[in-house]
């Protein structure tokens, strides 16, 4: 059974740093790219950003280009997201999901249950 | 910057059919998009039901189909059922980045 579990949300205030972790299990993690979106509470879901199978290449969006760092470890089926200079805006659900087989256009067909990120003085 | 954009909100009644879409503010959408349709419902995390246009996970239900449909993606669901009353997300791939519809909530009445 492929599973996903976030870890690492929680308070932070703005200017703060934040690494989030995703626990892949169920399947074999080092051939599939990775994502995570959040999700303001209320509000629509947004992709943030994508890492290739061996963690070679990354890309981001916008809203957090420069920010943040996706990264993964093969070897502990782990996905990461380090967040800097945090503002009140990165406030929302982050979830990890699992992408395509070997390439950046496959299937999304895993999500994780999401860990809340909130950024408040 | 890219607009995906979706249907704010639809209403169908139990049995009927209904169709969601996906436009892109770039052109036409393509399978060259790569659609991706989801579900979520509240206080859980979305569930992928279409992949790559019209493909479906081993869990989707039959009465979901994904398509092109007048040069947007398209969502059709084929005998609604209560249960499908939702939010409905698309997301378009736009090589090397990924953009999510603003959602469609999709009422059963």
């Known amino acids: 059974e492929v599973q996903l579990v976030e870890s690492g949300g929680g308070l932070v205030q703005p200017g703060g740093s934040l690494r989030l972790s995703c626990a892949a299990s169920?399947?074999?993690?080092?051939?599939?790219?990775m994502h995570w979106v959040r999700q303001v509470p209320g509000k629509g879901l947004e992709w943030v950003s994508r890492?290739?199978?061996?963690?070679?290449?990354?890309t981001y969006a916008d809203s957090v280009k420069v920010r943040f760092t996706i990264s993964r470890d093969n070897a502990e089926n782990t996905l990461f997201l380090q967040m800097s200079s945090l503002r009140a805006e990165d406030t929302a659900v982050y979830y990890c999901?699992?992408?395509?087989?070997?390439?950046?256009?496959?299937?999304?067909?895993?999500w994780g249950q999401g860990t809340l990120v909130t950024v408040s003085s | 910057q890219t607009v995906v954009t979706q249907e704010p909100s639809l209403t169908v009644s139990p049995g009927g059919t209904v169709t969601l879409t996906c436009a892109s503010s770039?052109?036409?959408?393509?399978?060259?998009?790569?659609p991706n349709w989801f579900q979520q419902k509240p206080g859980q995390a979305p569930r992928a039901l279409i992949y790559?246009?019209?493909n479906k996970h081993s869990w989707t239900p039959a009465r979901f189909s994904g398509s092109l449909l007048g040069g947007k993606a398209a969502l059709t669901l084929s005998g609604v059922q209560p249960e499908d009353e939702a939010e409905y997300y698309c997301?378009?791939?736009?090589?090397?980045?990924?953009?999510f519809g603003g959602g469609t909530t999709l009422t059963v009445l």
């Open positions: 770039t052109g036409a959408v393509t399978s060259g998009y790569y």
């Open positions: 890492i290739n199978s061996d963690g070679t290449s990354t």
């Open positions: 790559s246009t019209t």
């Open positions: 997301l378009l791939y736009y090589g090397g980045a990924w953009v």
């Open positions: 999901i699992r992408g395509g087989e070997g390439n950046s256009y496959g299937a999304w067909g895993y």
């Open positions: 169920g399947f074999t993690f080092r051939s599939y790219w």
